[in-house]
């Protein structure tokens, strides 16, 4: 039963993270910065990537990632008519990963697992950045994210400043940004070994209903105030062992 309930926990972050209602920005400055670009080939895709922030319009999310994400990155690797998404996240002392493979057509990246979505890139002044704009369809809701990934571990504020106006463009909430200073997965301390725990087989074995369970939470009267609460305590038995 424990178990279940931290698998059911881990699940809702790794949701959360890979997905409050923001202002516009005026249209005339919108259109140079919401424009996709073209993606030809998956050359430039391919290596490492450090998570520098987010907005989702998922309920709560910012506060849940502000709480327990300390940092995240993700490794794409060409595979065979498609890329692979290893994305590693720093909770709780401990190391998630997911990996996700998307297939690229007409500057699109879409996937399947472990729910539909699909993802543009975005014009961005960074010279070393990518602008993800993501869809996601869960619990029968499609839901946005805006994400910003460098190479390096920290952006310029001009770079924060030109993302903060892309989200606010596409009318979603102020971006949650993550801290580098926590350290990254794998944690390359050598005093200290980092719990790593791969969570690809969990997420696409779940069946479509325990996604709408998730939307149906998120989305009820308080419905955060409950997950808070579920998280709360699996953190408090996460502690004791």
Not at 49 to 60: D, K, P, V
Not at 98 to 118: A, C, D, H, R, W
């Amino acid at each position: 039963m424990w178990r279940a309930i931290m698998n059911f926990i881990h699940v809702a972050l790794a949701v959360l993270s890979l997905l409050s209602i923001g202002q516009s920005a005026p249209v005339s400055s919108c259109e140079s910065l919401i424009k996709p670009i073209e993606i030809n080939g998956t050359e430039k895709l391919l290596g490492n990537w450090t998570y520098i922030g987010e907005s989702t319009n998922i309920l709560g999310s910012k506060l849940l990632m502000k709480m327990f994400v300390e940092s995240a990155r993700v490794k794409i690797t060409a595979a065979e008519d498609a890329i692979n998404a290893l994305m590693s996240q720093k909770m709780f002392g401990r190391c998630f990963t997911l990996t996700t493979k998307m297939i690229l057509e007409n500057s699109t990246l879409s996937f399947v697992q472990p729910f539909n979505g699909s993802e543009v890139l975005l014009t961005t002044g960074c010279p070393d950045c990518l602008a993800n704009y993501i869809k996601y369809d869960i619990g029968g809701r499609t839901y946005s994210s805006l994400q910003l990934l460098s190479r390096r571990n920290k952006v310029t504020a001009a770079e924060l400043e030109e993302f903060t106006k892309q989200v606010e463009c596409l009318n979603l909430p102020a971006p949650a940004f993550l801290d580098p200073e926590k350290g990254f997965c794998p944690d390359e301390s050598q005093s200290q070994e980092t719990e790593v725990i791969d969570l690809t087989n969990l997420m696409n074995d779940l069946g479509s209903d325990v996604f709408s369970h998730f939307d149906r939470i998120v989305n009820s009267e308080g419905g955060m105030q409950a997950l808070f609460k579920m998280i709360s305590n699996g953190l408090a038995g996460l502690k004791e062992n």
